[in-house]
């Protein structure tokens, strides 16, 4: 009986232990990459007038607000024939509400025109963390980058949906036209800008980036000690099951951290297509599920004892 109580006070102190580091690193997370959105201009009929701000130098601003959408065309630059046709729409969010000749639309474009100082020579910089489910970049009229491919055919059309970062520079006069063509032909209802998009120059984008990288990496680190240190206390307390399950649930955390974060870590190691990566994000939610249950139904076995 003495025992068992040192292994279930071990058990207790490990679940506490996990439940506080994740708790830690997530106010770390919203400490460091929280925007002071109430000092920042606003988009506003699609048009962000950069202008007279100046925090572009010193941090990134999230894309929100209210952007142009052309529902059923793939644009790439904002043409005179087109203008009449594009709605307005909130991002991110979704084109549940957009219809095309009383069916879903499977396809669009989000255009949004950012103006800074004439002659700008700065080079800018978008991060692009989710958009369901494929996506295509362009930049004042130009193809700057991808994510599956967009198309009007469904044939021709390839989900993926993996986060980039873009470079770019303004025109000389200042004007930045951003056109992202996207499309949905898995579940046209919830097509469209799933997360904020970032913007600011290149340099400030790509240190934020590197931050954001290095702590998704420390938490995989952290959780893979803590999955370690449980599989050692299994080895080391007569072989008792919930330890192994308490492993398995922070590497089913640590999957789907990986895949649902901003950066999905393991996009970049394993290269799984979408419908891949949305199994085993299932599986590792499940699993996580599973072993919770099996952990607490451990826990109340031994009390009752």
């Known amino acids: 009986m ?27 997370w919203l400490a460091v990459f929280h925007n002071d959105v109430d000092g920042q201009p606003l988009i506003s009929e699609g048009e962000l007038d950069l202008r007279d701000w100046d925090g572009l130098s010193s941090e990134t601003i999230d894309l929100d607000g209210e952007w ?26 979704d084109w549940n509400d957009r219809k095309s000749n009383g069916s879903l639309d499977y396809y669009g474009t989000y255009t949004l025109r950012i103006i800074v100082e004439e002659n700008d020579e700065d080079v800018f910089s978008l991060v692009v963390p989710s958009v369901r489910n494929a996506s295509q970049l362009y930049v004042n ?6 994510s599956g491919q967009v198309s009007e055919s469904e044939s021709q059309y390839f989900a993926k949906n993996i986060p980039y970062t873009a470079s770019f520079t303004a025109d000389e006069d200042g004007v930045i036209e951003i056109m992202l063509q996207v499309a949905n032909y898995i579940d046209p209802s919830e097509g469209g800008i799933a997360r904020s998009i970032k913007f600011g120059e290149s340099s400030q984008v790509r240190s934020e980036n590197l931050i954001s990288y290095s702590m998704q990496l ?12 449980a599989i050692g206390l299994f080895f080391v307390n007569e072989r ?47 699993g996580m599920i599973f072993s919770l249950g099996m952990i ?6 031994s009390l009752r004892k």
């Not at 109580?5 to 690193?25: D, G, Q, T």
């Not at 142009?68 to 969010?93: C, D, I, M, W, Y």
């Not at 420390?218 to 240190?229: C, R």
């Not at 190691?269 to 299932?282: G, H, K, M, S």
Request: charged residues 15%; hydrophobic residues 50%.
């Open 2 to 28: 003495p025992h068992q109580n040192i292994n279930r006070k071990k058990l207790i102190l490990l679940v506490v232990l996990f439940i506080i580091l994740l708790s830690a690193l997530r106010l770390g």
């Open 68 to 93: 142009s959408f052309l529902p059923g065309k793939l644009a790439t630059s904002g043409q005179t024939e087109t203008r009449g046709h594009f709605n307005l729409v909130n991002v991110p969010g």
């Open 141 to 146: 009229g130009r193809l700057i980058d991808k």
């Open 296 to 301: 607490v139904k451990g826990l109340f076995g």
């Open 240 to 286: 008792n099951g919930t330890f192994i399950n308490a492993s398995f649930l922070i590497l089913c955390a640590i999957v789907t951290h990986s895949l649902g974060s901003d950066e999905k870590l393991l996009t970049y190691w394993f290269q799984l297509d979408y419908e891949w990566n949305i199994r085993v994000a299932n599986l590792a939610s499940t």
């Open 218 to 229: 420390i938490v995989m680190v952290a959780f893979l000690i803590y999955a370690t240190f």
